[in-house]
């Protein structure tokens, strides 16, 4: 049986996924659900009985935003302002991330609005520190 220690780290997993654009999550083996980012448990049901998959980076926008000023941690001031979104992901789980691609103003944020759900498709934005998740609307 392994220990803790040697048993690899779910966030490093998805930091490293990340700077390579693979989306890391976990899937639970008693539910079947879905937890993005990967922890060690299932956030459905709590089954620690989890394995690791790769997303598909296929989601939908169901709300955007645009971020306040100044940006919400100094990683982001280089791109603020910028959109934000409500996203479910293909698999199921929600989460929040930028919108690339979406001109932060209220024009733009309105016809977005108008257009409903529409398609994304995940990327990988490499900051100074650290890779972040960020979505592309599927044209």
Same mark, same amino acid.
């Given at each position: ?5 040697? +048993? *690899? ?16 999550? #976990? ?9 993005? *980012? ?11 009985? &989890? #394995? !690791? ?14 971020? #306040?000023?100044?940006?919400?941690? !100094? ?18 789980? /929600? %989460? +929040?991330? /930028? #919108?690339?691609? %979406?001109?932060? =103003?209220? $024009? ?8 409903? *759900? &529409? *398609?994304?498709?995940?990327? =990988?934005? $490499?900051?100074?520190?650290?890779? %972040? ?7």
């Amino acid at each position: 049986m392994s220990t803790v220690s040697e +048993q *690899p780290s779910a966030i490093r997993s998805y930091y490293e996924g990340l700077s390579e654009g693979v989306f890391r999550a #976990i899937t639970c083996k008693v539910c079947g659900g879905y937890t993005f *980012p990967p922890t060690g448990c299932c956030e459905t049901c709590g089954s620690w009985d &989890v #394995i !690791p998959v790769e997303l598909s980076g296929d989601a939908t926008l169901l709300l955007a935003s645009h971020n #306040i000023s100044p940006a919400c941690h !100094p990683r982001f001031e280089k791109i603020a302002p910028y959109v934000y979104g409500h996203i479910r992901l293909k698999e199921g789980p /929600i %989460v +929040q991330a /930028i #919108i690339l691609g %979406v001109d932060p =103003t209220p $024009q733009a944020l309105k016809a977005l609005f108008e257009r409903g *759900p &529409v *398609p994304l498709k995940a990327e =990988t934005l $490499q900051m100074d520190d650290l890779p %972040v998740l960020a979505y592309r609307i599927v044209s």
